[in-house]
């Protein structure tokens, strides 16, 4: 079987449709302006509200699948031994455990789905999650998936549990509930193999956080995660905790989510002004 697989490498069928990150991201009808901030397609008073929830339960079900994908890569991509190039056996078991629980909640997601009435393919499928998998180095694939992207999972279920308490959907508020227990031990499961495998390293350690901070501007989408009103999904500072997460780290992503809600913005103003998509 080969290694290091690619996204094009990914197998799905014909009800997916792939988009790339820079897609979403630039989109100008995702642009939130600033007199627009008092819009939140997550508050249950927002008419937009259920599309933006099925629209969101989409994006945590093809995420699901890549994580399964990622952890599963991970077991078979990497020799064991101690080498930079090598991972612990005991890290194998942990990211075999997730592998377990990422199907779970690949069944999870698609019922979830049907319960709020979307369906697989409704919306696209964009790869960052599995592309952020794809290192050769596995601190990097720690932190990039464990600790980024899995702890965006963590304020995303948080923010979606608490909607179901919200509209009184039981069903919602279980499973992610369900869900996000799961998310908080793979966070602390990627936090906890960071400092092992980089106690003597430190400039390694470095990289790969440089490396989550890059993904963590990525997805936080020009104001998605935040602390604010504004801001759909906030920041699950009590599960990052047990997570892993100290205050300063929490403190640091709050700063890096305000500055790509900025950039956004300043992108979304200059494209109104323009008339035209951003960049052009």
Partial sequence: MKRMLSVQDLARDERFERIKIEDVVFDPRNAVLPEDKNRNGFKVTDPESPDAVRQLMHGIFVGEIQALEGAGRTCYDFDTGPGADEVPFELKLD???????????????????????????????????????????????????????????????????????????PVLFFSEDWMLADEVTHVKMGSDWLRRLTEHDPERRNRALEFQRTVDKIFSLGGFRGESDENPVHLARKFRRMAGFDEAEMDELVEISKQAQADAEAMATAAAEGGGAYGA
């Fill in 95 to 169: 990211m075999a455990r997730q592998c377990w629980d990422e199907s779970r909640h690949v069944e999870i997601s698609v019922k979830l789905a049907e319960h709020m009435g979307s369906a697989i393919g409704e919306f696209a499928e964009q790869t960052m999650l599995f592309e952020a998998a794809c290192s050769a180095d596995p601190v990097f694939r720690l932190c990039g998936v464990n600790r980024a992207l899995e702890g965006l999972a963590i304020d995303v279920f948080n923010t979606m549990r608490e909607f179901g308490d919200l509209t009184s959907d």
